[in-house]
């Protein structure tokens, strides 16, 4: 029996116009005009126990309003949301002890207490017993090395410090699904590989249900076994990595700044997306051709400044799937 | 239950109290301005009196009494209310959905969550003023004018944070709601220190009916200094104060609970 069970969801916001200048103002305030925003619109997916799916898409394509909905923050427009046998918006109080969340942006420590006084506190908040708390706290700060900071106040922490010990803080209560909302935005590579190890091993360990959401494909590829992706409100995709990546990641970009504007540019097997001004954006499939055969053809027929490889992007890889359709 | 909240209470404020000692210079200095303000209000409040002798036939030791009333029960909701102050930062930064992923009920914590202690420093000097005014005012102690005394500062206490609530509810609907909250702090404060009796009939029906702050000090006080004063309302009004509370603590909290129905619905 699945976990979590979305069926039909939708959340659409109104948003008032205004108009301009004073007599607008006044109208406005007077006869309000609004337009409705389809912020998630008719989404249906469920998952297992166990799972660990990664949530994407651009900004504002609804990603943030879905996890809401989930957990309870937010009343859908319309649709059904089972967790855990619960209807989250209705059972808050009884949903937010089974789930734990971490949103990246935000903190939820006490900012200038020591970090071992907020696992204290959250401790009264859940109701957690002190044997499984006293457990929980060892296993988390030998897995994720917390012990040299723990009595540091939360505003001295380094960014992946306190990415730490808000996913400690989140799990301390053993929640069964685990949300959360960019957990990797602003850390270096060796604190986003830290996190990403510790999600995996939380997982595979405690059968914590995971879902990301995220912008950074990395995150998705070494973390996840399934992607779901949101754009303007519909799954567009949904399905395991590996899948999608063969059909769709496989594509390169090379960003070439020329040496002039050539009215006319032709290669073999690369397609120019972009342009602007001196530089091209060429996208080529690195199946069917090599970046050192595109960068030959490149530097044979024109004169190069400078070049850059990049690897696809959510971005790119919505924006493909959206154009394409899926097949 | 009960017992869990309380001490759940406890360990927020205590939290909140630890933080704000992280900055001891800081917190020492604001209980240090806030006293010397005290005292420069009653300062001038003396000042006025002494030229003026009455104030609509209030002496200066009665309107002493109600600006100590008042200021007792200004700085009891203070203390426990600190957090409505600026409420709607929790709407601008996205702060109230972190309150709503805890399995606490969303108001409890986060009042628990700022006990602002600068405040005693306020609370000990209106204890202050307000001995000596109910020295000088003659009111002779019995068990029955302590009882009394006891649930006006209570009720004047609610009635105070009911306002703050209500105010600080709006943010909801309309995301900021901080400059509302000062004024209706500011307006409640300066309307309790006063006989409402100086005012034109709208001010005085407003403070009895809409921002019911008249019984905080004025109706209650009647009472207490034995005025006999109530401008055509019923002399019932004197005991009033705990039935405006309740009522006004209902109003309210059904206002903050539609409030939280709307963030649920749209958000920020």
Not at chain 1, 19 to 30: D, H
Not at chain 1, 197 to 226: G, M, P, S, W, Y
Not at chain 2, 20 to 30: E, I, K, N, V
Request: aromatic share 10%.
């Amino acid at each position: 029996m699945p976990i979590i069970t979305v069926e039909h969801l939708s959340k659409h916001f109104k948003v008032y116009r205004r108009r301009t200048g004073f007599w607008g103002n006044l109208s406005s305030t007077v006869s309000r005009k609004h337009d409705i925003i389809k912020a998630v619109d008719d989404v249906n997916f469920s998952l297992e126990r166990g799972e660990l799916v990664g949530y994407i898409g651009a900004n504002g394509a609804g990603k943030s309003t879905t996890i809401k909905m989930l957990t309870g923050i937010l009343v859908p427009t319309s649709g059904h949301i089972d967790v855990m046998g619960l209807t989250p918006y209705r059972q808050r109080k009884e949903n937010t002890r089974r789930i734990g969340v971490v949103f990246g942006q935000r903190t939820q420590l006490w900012w200038d207490l020591p970090v071992i006084d907020s696992f204290e506190l959250l401790k009264h908040i859940y109701e957690i017993p002190q044997n499984l708390y006293k457990q929980n706290l060892e296993f988390f700060s030998e897995m994720l090395q917390l012990q040299p900071f723990l009595s540091t106040p939360v505003r001295r922490l380094s960014l992946g410090q306190r990415m730490r010990c808000d996913l400690t803080a989140a799990l301390l209560h053993n929640p069964e699904i685990l949300y959360l909302d960019e957990p990797t935005i602003g850390l270096d590579v060796v604190a986003k590989e830290q996190v990403r190890q510790f999600l995996r091993q939380v997982n595979a360990e405690r059968q914590v249900t995971v879902i990301l959401t995220t912008h950074d494909l990395n995150d998705v590829e070494k973390v996840c076994q399934r992607l779901i992706i949101i754009d303007n409100g519909k799954i567009i995709y949904d399905g395991g990595i590996d899948d999608l990546k063969k059909r769709y990641g496989k594509t390169r970009m090379l960003i070439v700044d020329l040496a002039q504007a050539y009215s006319d540019i032709q290669l073999e097997g690369v397609d120019l997306t972009r342009r602007d001004g001196n530089r091209i954006w060429l996208a080529f499939d690195r199946d069917t051709i090599s970046a050192s055969e595109v960068i030959a053809q490149l530097t044979a027929r024109y004169e190069i400044q400078d070049l850059t490889i990049s690897e696809p992007e959510i971005e790119e890889i919505v924006r493909r799937i959206y154009e394409l359709g899926v097949h | 239950m009960v017992r869990r909240y309380i001490k759940l209470y406890f360990l927020l404020a205590g939290a909140y109290v630890r933080s704000r000692l992280q900055y001891r210079l800081s917190f020492g200095l604001m209980c240090f301005g806030i006293v010397i303000s005290e005292i420069c209000l009653l300062g001038l409040l003396g000042a006025l009196l002494a030229k003026f002798r009455t104030v609509n036939g209030w002496t200066w030791a009665e309107v002493v009494f109600l600006y100590g009333l008042g200021n007792l029960a200004y700085s009891f909701m203070r203390i426990l209310g600190s957090q409505l102050d600026d409420f709607d930062r929790y709407i601008i930064r996205g702060e109230l959905d972190g309150v709503l992923i805890k399995p606490v009920p969303p108001l409890f914590y986060i009042l628990a969550n700022r006990v602002e202690l600068i405040h005693v420093s306020r609370a000990l000097t209106s204890v202050a003023i307000f001995v000596v005014a109910f020295h000088l005012s003659g009111i002779r102690w019995t068990l029955d004018v302590a009882l009394f005394t006891l649930t006006t500062i209570l009720s004047g206490t609610l009635i105070m944070f009911t306002l703050m609530l209500i105010s600080a509810t709006v943010a909801l609907w309309t995301t900021k709601s901080g400059k509302l909250t000062d004024l209706l702090i500011s307006a409640t404060k300066e309307a309790t220190a006063f006989p409402i009796s100086i005012y034109p009939l709208a001010v005085r029906l407003l403070l009895t009916f809409v921002l019911p702050v008249a019984f905080v000090t004025y109706y209650p006080a009647q009472q207490l200094l034995q005025k006999g004063e109530f401008l055509g309302m019923p002399e019932l009004f004197q005991f009033g104060a705990p039935v405006v509370a309740l009522v006004m603590l209902c109003v309210s909290y059904l206002f903050w609970c539609s409030g939280l129905r709307r963030y649920h619905s749209t958000g920020s």
